[in-house]
């Protein structure tokens, strides 16, 4: 059978079929200002950046999704307590690294001066019983003292003096990055609200897109596979009647995650 639709059957102005159906959709929440409501099973780890980094900017997120186990999605519900964990655990094992090193370089400091001094006392000691060589002895005693002195100052205190900058440093640092952290959790907290649905509760497939004053719906998952590689089906809808919905299977799914299980 030959027939070779229009394009225009193809994609409408209000309905795209085919690959790359996310372009608009991706660009539509990158360039989001103001809300993003997201209904999709499925959410790569790109788009959870992508979404995280919007509630950072102060768009206001919030996320439906699965707890399938190949849904990365499911990992947002807990990102506000998470969020640069191993950046901040890499700030304070900088810290406790630099005390370390004060602490070890003060402790092999006086060691070493303890043992010249030590050293120095016993030949200055022995050249009183030694008189053949007591002049060796006491110069040998001297050079001993003269040696921790050099020791101290231009080698043990420099070493010293440049632990405890670099832990008033990292010290400083890690306050900084806590700040950050700490602000960064209470945008997300504030910004970021998830519900992560399991099986057993209920097994929402639905795939919806509010951003901004519009909106979208169709069978596309937030994944790279659903936005570029898939044939895939997407409608742009009305906003309002969107959000609408969205809030309405919202308030269904609390009071479904507070039911006992579905067996």
Wanted: hydrophobic content about 45%; overall charge positive.
């Amino acid at each position: 059978m030959n027939w070779s639709p229009n394009e225009r059957y193809r994609r409408g102005d209000d309905i795209i079929l085919g690959k790359d159906v996310g372009n608009i959709l991706e660009e539509a929440i990158r360039e989001a200002k103001e809300r993003i409501l997201v209904s999709s099973p499925l959410i790569e780890e790109r788009y959870v950046d992508i979404l995280i980094k919007k509630a950072l900017e102060g768009v206001k997120v919030f996320v439906i999704t699965s707890d399938d186990e190949d849904n990365d999605g499911r990992f947002i519900a807990s990102v506000a307590k998470y969020y640069k964990e191993e950046k901040l655990r890499e700030a304070e094992k900088d810290v406790a690294e630099w005390k370390f090193r004060r602490r070890r370089d003060k402790l092999v400091m006086a060691g070493i001066i303890t043992l010249f001094v030590v050293a120095a006392m016993l030949a200055f000691a022995i050249s009183f019983y030694f008189t053949a060589y007591a002049l060796y002895l006491r110069a040998l005693a001297g050079g001993l003292a003269l040696l921790s002195f050099f020791y101290y100052f231009f080698i043990g205190k420099k070493k010293i003096k440049e632990a405890e900058k670099r832990a008033a440093i990292a010290e400083y640092l890690f306050k900084k990055t806590s700040e950050s952290v700490k602000a960064d959790r209470e945008k997300i907290k504030s910004n970021l609200a998830v519900l992560v649905v399991p099986r057993t509760k209920a097994y929402v497939h639905a795939k919806l897109y509010v951003i901004d004053d519009r909106a979208w719906a169709g069978s596309p998952n937030l994944t790279p596979s659903g936005l570029h590689k898939n044939y895939e089906l997407l409608m742009e809808i009305d906003a309002s009647k969107a959000e609408k919905k969205f809030m309405e299977l919202w308030n269904e799914l609390i009071e479904i995650l507070k039911s006992p299980a579905v067996s």
